[in-house]
């Protein structure tokens, strides 16, 4: 394991809530690891404490087997990429880039090379004489990514990396920061509030709530399995149902499933639904009200698929997501009443609040 | 620091009113600047020139001009690398880091701007002077402050202690420190931080209060005044050998001398507005 955090508690002001409380967690090596979780979470905290930016009131923090709690920023071996960029303005891209190698007082050729080396990675060769207000914003981040990177670090940090970016960019980027990922094998530990973000580029998913390590694991778990109410809501456009126990099974809705081994007869319980784990069926009649059916509220087509605002019996609201050829198969219109087979949930005993 | 218009380029009639009230409004403007600006800077040159550019020449060069002179120079190059230092370690503080007594070094640092130079001067007797809490002790060693270079030095520096600070401050403040955290992650020691990326970023505004501080320390008149003593040739600064060349009725000598105040403020306007013009355009 090459980040070891442990018990990790950070306040800002003595006595109030920390923004970082007894965080422990590990990030494989050479590996992506995100830190997910919504604005206020403590996630950019955390990874400040781990930089060595934030000193921690208490926990440790070890990078490679190298406790480096006490160590200065400096010293720590780490690349840093800022969401302002963080560029030096009055230095041209080569100057920015060789900073760090400077630092290290290298001799003139292996700096040069070694910034030409970065130049090449991030496909900026012919940019190096520019000064990055002359540069587009996912340039910029490039050149904050080689700047990083050139230093050999053993960790890199990127926080919010793509969070000033519109959303073409930011996509092209995750990609970008992919491959990039594989050609250098630096472990890297990212900060993001999307989660989409964080499931699609990393091996491993740290979500964070209140300042805490709410669920930690391969993206697949924490997408399939989420351990609380939060990550299950947080991860995924989730809609919320409430039901009952009875006889041993939670009921909501149409569904049916094992209730949690704990639950006692008659008992309230919340599920979390995909928007993809309800199936449309289309009633006999077609359009007819029933005592099992739901109305179609609102058809609203997103690119591939078609997002339908179903009104269950029960009176609760449901967002599914069809995709475009199916939805055209089914052949339904606002107004329509159909039946909403929830195929999958997720349940939780206890009623639901936010 | 950049008094930056945000007025729209084509007057909007609607706003601005019928065109006699936008004509008189400008006209008022004008004549005003024109009696209180133009006319006493017309006015200094006309009467320095007065006997002819001979003896305007003579009457800069003359020893005691010259020595006023040298000695303007000598409290401003001392002043300002003083208050350029503190300015800089004092915004940088101020901006970067939250301790206790903040607030009263904030306060402390206005505190010449807000205390009449004549008080400012009076301080310095009081300490100082032969009778001050450390005359007996001055005198003792014989060492001289007040009616003598040290003096002037000391009112000079005091009047003219807030002009970077406050310039370099809100710079600061508004750049934040993503930077010299970059900086800092990338290796660079606390120092190299400073002069590789904090110094370069807020280099205008350091430049713009270095300007203001020299403006003001060679134009400084009431606290030199008072800790001066008019010993011609010894410890008058231009602003004082100016006045007493005018109050010994000596018209052309005195607009003279005071011409190259005015020359140095128009020198300091033109810079001025060319830092400006640098520090917006990046």
């Known amino acids: 394991m090459s980040v070891i955090v442990e018990q990790l508690t950070k306040r800002f002001t003595a006595g109030g809530t920390p923004a970082v409380s007894d965080v422990s967690f590990h990030a494989p090596s050479a590996a992506i690891t995100t830190l997910l979780g919504p604005s206020g979470a403590g996630k950019s905290t955390l990874l400040r404490l781990i930089a060595g930016l934030e000193l921690p009131d208490s926990g440790s923090v070890r990078i490679e087997g190298v406790d480096c709690t006490h160590l200065p920023v400096q010293k720590r071996g780490i690349g840093v990429v800022f969401q302002s960029y963080a560029l030096f303005k009055h230095m041209t891209v080569r100057q920015n880039i060789a900073f760090g190698l400077e630092t290290r007082q290298q001799p003139r050729s292996e700096v040069e090379a070694r910034v030409d080396e970065m130049l090449r990675l991030v496909q900026l060769e012919e940019l190096g004489k520019r000064y990055p207000g002359q540069l587009s914003g996912g340039q910029r981040q490039r050149v904050a990514f080689a700047r990083a990177l050139a230093i050999r670090p053993k960790l890199l940090l990127l926080d919010e990396p793509f969070g000033a970016l519109d959303s073409r960019v930011r996509v092209e980027l995750r990609e970008w920061l992919q491959s990039l990922h594989e050609q250098t094998g630096v472990t890297t530990l990212l900060v993001t509030h999307d989660q989409e973000e964080a499931l699609e580029i990393s091996q491993h998913v740290v979500v964070l709530s209140d300042g805490r390590v709410a669920q930690a694991g391969p993206p697949e778990e924490i997408y399939d399995r989420p351990a609380t109410p939060f990550v299950a809501s947080f991860v995924g456009g989730t809609s919320v149902l409430r039901g009952h126990v009875r006889s041993g099974r939670a009921q909501v809705g149409t569904l049916v499933v094992e209730a949690p081994q704990s639950a006692r007869e008659g008992e309230a319980v919340h599920a979390f639904v995909r928007p993809h784990d309800i199936k449309i069926v289309k009633t006999a009649n077609g359009v007819a009200a029933g005592p099992t059916t739901s109305l179609v509220e609102r058809l609203k087509s997103v690119g591939g698929y078609v997002k339908v605002l179903l009104k269950l019996p029960s009176g609760e609201t449901v967002s599914v997501e069809v995709p475009r050829a199916e939805f055209e198969n089914l052949g339904v219109v606002e107004g329509d009443h159909v039946h909403a087979d929830v195929r999958m949930a997720k349940v939780f005993l206890g009623d639901f609040s936010i | ?282």
């Not at chain 2, 018209?251 to 810079?271: D, H, K, N, P, R």
Request: net charge positive; with cysteine; hydrophobic share 55%.
């Open chain 2, 1 to 282: 620091m950049h008094p930056t218009s945000f007025a729209p380029r084509h007057t909007r009639r609607t706003v601005s009113g019928a065109a006699p009230v936008r004509w008189l409004l400008i006209g008022g403007a004008l004549a005003f600047l024109g009696f209180f600006l133009v006319i006493p800077l017309v006015a200094v040159f006309t009467y320095a020139l007065q006997k002819g550019v001979g003896a305007y020449f003579t009457a800069i060069l003359e020893p005691e001009s010259w020595s006023a002179i040298r000695l303007t120079l000598l409290a401003a190059a001392i002043a300002v690398p003083l208050n350029l230092v503190f300015g800089l370690a004092a915004a940088w503080l101020i901006a970067r880091f939250r301790f206790p007594g903040r607030d009263v070094l904030l306060t402390l640092i206005d505190l010449p701007f807000s205390v009449s130079p004549v008080i400012a001067g009076l301080i310095f007797v009081l300490l100082f002077g032969r009778q001050g809490w450390l005359g007996p002790l001055l005198a003792e060693y014989d060492i001289h402050i007040i009616f003598a270079v040290p003096g002037i030095v000391l009112a000079t520096v005091f009047v003219t202690f807030p002009f970077v600070a406050r310039e370099v401050l809100p710079v600061m403040q508004a750049q934040g420190q993503d930077e010299e955290e970059a900086a800092l992650s990338l290796g660079a020691s606390g120092w190299r931080t400073f002069l590789r990326v904090t110094l370069p970023k807020v280099k205008w505004g350091v430049l713009y209060g270095v300007l203001l501080c020299n403006a003001r320390a060679m134009g400084e008149f009431g606290a030199v005044s008072v800790v001066s003593g008019h010993v011609r040739g010894v410890t008058n600064t231009l602003p004082l050998h100016a006045e007493i060349l005018y109050n010994e009725y000596n018209l052309s000598g005195a607009f003279a001398v005071a011409s190259l105040l005015t020359v140095l403020a128009l020198v300091t306007l033109a810079v001025k507005k060319y830092v400006e013009w640098r520090a917006e355009s990046p």
